[in-house]
């Protein structure tokens, strides 16, 4: 399905306009004309990239500013931004690799923070016996804050059955929950328990929820000069500064669509009755439907979903995703059309 502008709570095709339920930006930043304006001031004060290594002798103010606003934000010690979330976890991957001996991963975990060599969370359901060995060793487990295809944050209380001879480094992906989950709506990360483990690090995609192309390294103080000594980080370009000046002139346009999204998910799950086919919270943005048929069902009555093959997991995925910009006859127009 190509469109022709950019999509909205409606996609342009060459011939018709649809109603459109996809996507991942959940605020509704990137079609926004208030978070636009505020994106082409950056552009006339920062121009629309700077394509220079963050090391290099001229640094630009606004990625202090915008990663001091971060980690203020995501209440960790340091945050440091790079062009991409994909970045942000191959890179931090990379450099845990140098060190620890062994990776897991929870199910459904994004191949952004998916180490080649990585070994399954779960077996059966229980964790495996060479993760509950009093063997004294570094190990890395990494997992999304929402992996793909479900709708709940994880419970990390299954960090407290590890021994205490494991040297815990835990990788969390915010990607899916940074911008509209957590009380703040910054994610889960800070309310993340550290007494089981030795050290936790935050990497996120902020093109979601956030709007803005970009992704960030979170942790200790320690680590993250560590990740900004490393070879990727220093020959890399930064994302683009005029970004990350909109992001610090917006505050009041973040919270108000975060409101609205509220608003939106109150409105869709008020009185409705949906069958098991649907995984859904009513205080999440995504609803899945395993129903092969759904898409199509939806499809011929001109509302489009997201619908396409992900590797992780290997099934077709078909997701409903409301977004702040919906209006109340954009998501009458859907619920009766699941119903």
Known sequence: MDVIKAPNDKISLIDKSVSYFGGTSYLGLATLPEFQDEVIKGIRKWGTAYGSSRHANVKLSVFKEAEKLLASQLNTEVCVTVSSGMLAGKLVLEYLAQSSTRFYHYPNTHPAILAPNSLPLYIENSLPPSLLTNSNEDIVICADAVPTAT?????????????????????????????ITGEAGMGIFSSIPTKHIKKKILVSSLGKAMGLPGGIIAGNSSFIEDIKATIMFST???????????????????????????????YFFEGLQLDNTFLFNTKYPNIYNFNPEFYESLLKKDIAITHFNYPTPKDVLSRIVLSANHTTADIDLLKKAII
């Open 236 to 266: 890399a370009s930064g994302m683009s500064p005029a970004y990350l000046e909109a992001y610090l002139q917006s505050a009041d346009i973040y919270k108000a669509q975060q409101n609205k999204l509220r608003t939106n998910l109150d």
């Open 151 to 179: 709708v709940n944050t994880i419970d990390f209380s299954f960090l407290e059955t590890i021994p205490k001879e494991k040297k815990v480094t835990l990788l969390v992906d915010e990607s899916h929950s940074i911008g």
